[in-house]
């Protein structure tokens, strides 16, 4: 595996040589430099995320900035890059969902629930397993008990 990422971040430095500037380049490096950087106590989650506003698309890259921030508990700076990226993508269910659990992480579960039951409206988009884990967070965001909302997430699956 070591040899993999070696190579992996050789490839990278390659890309780099040719064009340091290249917003894809600048949109996997950051994604990966955030990566670090939110799981690594020493690591610079500010490089990270310079590195991914210059990343495009807009809505991948701010999505990226808002993921981070979530897992760092920056729940205002995630909230911002969040709403730039529906900007950019605003019938996006994955951005919806996010934005979702921002707010309900910050514990404005009042802001959250709409924007849980707006995501599902487009739940035929996307992956059972997603499908599944917003249903389990909308029925705690309502309120309800832990394996109530199991049980509903896996009913849910199990009539798509």
Not at 25 to 46: E, I, R
Not at 51 to 68: E, F, H, K, W
Not at 104 to 131: H, I, K, M, W
């Amino acid at each position: 595996a070591l040899r993999m990422l070696q190579r992996v971040f050789a490839e990278l430095d390659a890309a780099e040589d040719i064009d340091a500037n290249d917003p894809e380049l600048s949109l996997l490096k950051g994604f990966m430099d955030l990566l670090l950087a939110v799981n690594l106590p020493f690591a610079n989650p500010d490089q990270a995320i310079s590195r991914l506003q210059q990343g495009y698309p807009t809505y991948v890259s701010q999505r990226g900035i808002a993921i981070g921030m979530r897992d760092l508990e920056r729940y205002p700076e995630a909230l911002a890059a969040i709403n730039r990226a529906l900007e950019a993508a605003p019938n996006n269910p994955d951005l919806i969902y996010l934005k979702a659990q921002i707010y309900r992480l910050d514990g404005n579960n009042r802001a959250s629930l709409p924007l849980y039951n707006e995501a599902l409206t487009f739940a035929s988009q996307l992956p059972d397993g997603v499908v599944e884990q917003m249903v389990f967070e909308q029925c705690l965001v309502e309120g309800n008990p832990g394996q109530v909302c199991a049980d509903r997430a896996r009913s849910n699956r199990a009539s798509r």
